[in-house]
């Protein structure tokens, strides 16, 4: 087996220039590089990386920092002052974070910095590409590097690429405000597995994904592009034994017990000084539990921890001075010369420190109001041995889709939170011991080795499943050789479908207009010798007409029920009356009252019933429900209920593109048939091909034809290439 190559922004330690230059280096803080630390340790490979701001270190300390971090196997990915300005500070942290977390209103007026962001992840898939060897897999992190998926896709065709969010993924609603949002798609789609934490993020991934660039969603995967990318949820955990064990250790039971020794109660906080954390929220709580409950005054303490984060993004310093402010107003109002209500500690702490904390307190507040995962919530429970303490979770942290047994809250109802402070404290020990062991069933049960071990295992399934070749565009040299065979051919017909393969989808059937490169296209095979065109479409007779009349080619409406000969008039297949007409369009006219954006298409024979330009969920849905109704209600009719690309249609049994086969075969004179098409109305007309004929399927859906390309543009290159000489 390859090696893992682990790629994100931060490494999991930090160097900086120490007293007169000298390399210091330092364990960074933060969820990821925290938490991928075990995994990297225990998996091998390398992990490649920024290794901070190594301003103030001479050329010699760089190298000697190299050699320092591959040691670790570390690979690090130097960032310029002004990329770490505009890249890290700007685009990532200024722009995706506040997005990602539901906080649209702290976007600038201008969005910038793309340039430089996308400069860096393409230095970052530079960078793995030199690292990669073959059989390894590439494990791609977090909202800092989007584009790296695709960028080294194109770099290593062959290459498994995973990626995992570690934040979480917004509902399409926010994500589309963003004006980069189809790079970004578009970059993540590169990988063969995406990984979320929780199946909220999954769907709303999916659905920016079916909204934005029109990819085919399922429940775990997309197809996009002739590929299939996989969807998994994976809530990561933290290294449990590790927390369980140094909070057994005497050193960490001697400081609990110190910090305990004074014998208040303590509520404690730990964050990253972060606008998501929800630290402002859970301190105007704690003012409403002193407020609400005086007979606590002097009863408890709130030992606050916040990590500096971020320092040179605005908001993180003016989060910094609100937070001061607030701290400074409580003690204010409450603090006696024998008691602070608050211990406000700006600084990390080392691991020892922590969980003397985790182990002292009464009950932990995690209160963010948005939060990808939260790691604190699970290494409080991982530092209790004891079995005691209360954790109490906003339930806008992923980690309450999995930790069910905290008391969860809704940080934005403030007076509700100091409630649930209030409770926690005084929650009886049957119950406070019931939870924490379900609690530590859970983390301890999936931790962080577990989380990483399934990903890597996901993510050679997918290899082993070859899924993503399945529909992907022939071989160039594949599509050569037919097209040359085509070429040679004495008599040549050409069946092509209209929509979705000769031009793109439109939003309504009218705006489909053939363009003046199409017309002359067609004109110009019409007139290659020995070559016959046929358009075969479930259209109307009267949109060929008007658009295809004056060309000399067989024109094919409504699926072949009528067909009008190069040069000759309209005749049509002669259908037994539909008695089910009307109430199939009465069917129809209420599903389209209620589904805004749809619309109905009424033909000599059948009834379509387009979604294209309804909300895409909501259409699908309303689609589905329609074929159930129409399917019981036809069920004695000789009709076809026929789900198409966002197009429900009901046709008269018998009467499909087949048809078109015999009548460009009609003559006899042995022409070799081409036929095109993309969905699965055309999959009738491959089906009546003659053997030897050519098929040829326009984009990624599944098909019987042999041939296959990628889009309307590339089956327009293939039809140009059939004027060149033989
Ligand atoms: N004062 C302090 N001193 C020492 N250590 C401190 C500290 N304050 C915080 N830490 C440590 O930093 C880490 C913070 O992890 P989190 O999961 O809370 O969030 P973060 O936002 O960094 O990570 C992102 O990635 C993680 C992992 O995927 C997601 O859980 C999260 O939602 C997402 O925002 C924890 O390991 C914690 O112990
Ligand atoms: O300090 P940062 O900016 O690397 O962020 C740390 C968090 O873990 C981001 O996921």
């Known amino acids: ?19 007169g230059g000298a390399v210091e280096i330092q364990l960074s803080t933060g969820g990821l590089a925290t938490g991928m630390k075990g995994p990297h340790e225990r998996l091998g490979g390398l992990w490649i990386g920024w290794p901070g701001d190594l301003e103030g270190l001479s050329a010699a300390a760089r190298d000697e920092a190299d050699a320092r971090l591959a040691e670790h196997r570390l690979v690090p990915v130097p960032l310029s002052a002004d990329e770490i300005a505009r890249y890290y500070e700007g685009y990532s942290n ?69 990626f995992f969010l570690h934040i979480p993924f917004p509902s399409s609603e926010i994500f589309r405000l963003l004006p980069q949002r189809e790079r970004l798609l578009e970059g993540l789609l590169g990988a063969d597995l995406l990984g979320f934490h929780t199946s909220t993020f999954v769907r709303h991934f999916a659905s920016s994904a079916l909204r934005l660039v029109g990819a085919t969603t399922e429940v775990d995967r997309v197809r996009w592009r002739g590929r299939e990318v996989r969807l998994g949820v994976f809530p990561m955990g933290i290294d449990a034994a590790h927390f369980d064990a140094l909070a057994r250790s005497p050193e960490v039971e001697e400081r609990a017990r110190a910090h305990r020794a004074e014998g208040t109660p303590i509520l404690l906080g730990i964050d990253r000084l972060d606008y998501t954390k929800g630290i402002q929220r859970r301190l105007l709580a704690y003012e ?41 107003r409580i003690h204010g109002e409450y603090a006696t010369p024998g008691w602070s209500p608050i211990h406000y500690l700006y600084r990390g702490l080392a691991p020892p420190d922590l969980v003397a904390l985790y182990r002292a307190a009464d009950a932990v507040l995690v209160t963010p109001l948005r939060d990808g995962m939260n790691l604190v919530a699970k290494e409080f429970v991982a530092a209790r041995p004891d079995g005691d303490g209360v954790l109490v979770l906003s339930e806008f942290a992923g980690a309450a889709a999995e930790l069910a ?36 069933e859970r983390v301890l049960g999936h931790d962080v080795h577990g989380w990483a071990r399934a990903f890597v295992a996901a993510l ?23 097209l040359a065979r085509a070429r040679a051919a004495p008599r040549l017909g050409l069946l092509l479908d209209y929509d979705g393969t000769l031009v793109p989808f439109a939003p309504t059937p009218d705006l489909a207009a053939p363009d003046p490169a199409l017309l002359e296209l067609l004109r110009a095979l019409a007139a290659r010798p020995g070559t016959q065109v046929h358009l075969v479409s479930g259209r109307r007779r009267e949109s060929l007409q008007r658009w295809f009349g004056a060309l000399p080619l067989g024109l094919h409406a409504e699926h072949g029920l009528w067909a009008r000969p190069r040069g000759g008039t309209w005749q049509a297949v002669p259908i037994p009356e539909a008695r089910w007409r009307a109430p199939v369009l009465g069917i129809l006219r209420g599903f389209t009252d209620r589904t805004p954006g749809s619309i ?34 036809l069920r004695e009719e000789p009709v076809e209920i026929l789900p198409g690309d966002r197009v429900l249609e009901v046709r008269p049994r018998g009467v499909d593109k087949g048809r078109a086969v015999g009548l460009a075969l009609g003559a006899g004179d042995g022409s070799l048939l081409v036929a095109m098409g993309d969905d699965r109305t055309d999959e009738d007309l491959f089906a009546a091909l003659p053997e030897g004929s050519l098929a040829i399927h326009v984009g990624p859906a599944p098909s019987r034809a042999a041939l296959r390309v990628a889009d309307v543009r590339a089956a327009r290159a293939a039809l140009a290439d059939l004027l060149s000489p033989a």
Request: avoid cysteine.
């Open 460 to 482: 050679e399934q997918v290899e082993a499943a070859g899924g993503r070749v399945e529909t992907a565009p022939s071989p160039p040299a594949v599509l050569r050789a037919a």
């Open 405 to 440: 047994e905290a008391l969860l809250v809704n940080p934005y109802d403030v007076e509700h939170t100091a409630e649930v402070f209030h409770r926690a404290l005084t929650l009886p020990e049957d119950e406070r011991r019931t939870r924490m062991a379900l609690l530590r």
């Open 600 to 633: 109905i298409e009424e033909k000599t024979a059948g009834l379509a019933w387009h979604y294209r330009s309804a909300d895409p969920e909501y259409g699908a849905a309303q689609a589905k429900e329609l074929s159930l109704h129409l399917t019981e209600l």
């Open 1 to 19: 087996m390859g090696r893992l190559l682990i790629v994100s922004n931060r490494l999991p330690v930090t160097v900086k220039a120490g007293r």
């Open 288 to 328: 409403a539990l002193l407020r609400a409950h005086p007979e606590l005054r002097k009863k408890v303490r709130l030992v606050q921890v916040a990590v500096p984060s971020r320092e040179n993004v605005e908001a993180y310093r003016e989060l910094r001075d609100e937070v001061d402010a607030l701290v400074g």
């Open 94 to 162: 200024a722009i995706l974070w506040p997005l990602f977390h539901y906080s649209a209103a702290r976007l600038p007026p201008e969005v910038s910095g793309f340039d430089v962001y996308e400069r860096v992840n393409a230095r970052f898939a530079g960078a793995v590409a030199d690292q990669w060897r073959e059989g390894d897999l590439v494990w791609i992190h977090d909202y800092q590097l989007m584009l790296v998926p695709a960028m080294l896709r194109e770099r290593l065709p062959g290459a498994r690429i995973g």
